[in-house]
């Protein structure tokens, strides 16, 4: 079992930054990919991005690509999430997510934290 708690969240203006983070619990969680993703009002859920099990593979949603980093400590059981740019239609719900296998399907992710909200003002 794999407990994960993010976060990080909250308010913030166009242009401006935050880092989530996610702190990961239970056996073996330094062997798991880990993702993040998030979710507006009315939209699905949707893959932001994830990091392989060592840290040294990444891959990112292309809305994102060059704005944020993600990256992990082994040694504090943490992923974290540098969003930097932060544009309205980034907010959401973000969520972390642990899984055996690197990739950008929800579904493929075993388990979830409870999610924390990021609002981007305009």
């Known amino acids: 079992q794999v407990q994960l708690v993010e976060s990080g969240g909250g308010l913030v203006q166009a242009g401006g930054s935050l880092r989530l983070s996610c702190a990961a619990s239970?056996?073996?969680?330094?062997?798991?990919?880990m993702g993040w993703f998030r979710q507006a009002p009315g939209k699905e859920r949707e893959f932001v991005a994830t990091?392989?099990?060592?840290?040294?593979?990444?891959r990112y949603t292309d809305s994102v690509k060059g704005r944020f980093t993600i990256s992990r400590d082994n040694a504090k059981n943490t992923v974290y999430l540098q969003m930097n740019s932060l544009k309205p239609e980034d907010t959401g719900v973000y969520y972390c997510?642990?899984?055996?296998?690197?990739?950008?399907?929800?579904?493929?992710?075993?388990?979830w934290g409870q999610g924390i909200q990021v609002t981007v003002s305009s």
């Open positions: 239970g056996r073996a969680v330094s062997t798991y990919a």
């Open positions: 997510a642990a899984g055996p296998l690197f990739a950008a399907v929800a579904g493929m992710y075993n388990y």
């Open positions: 990091i392989n099990w060592s840290g040294g593979n990444t």
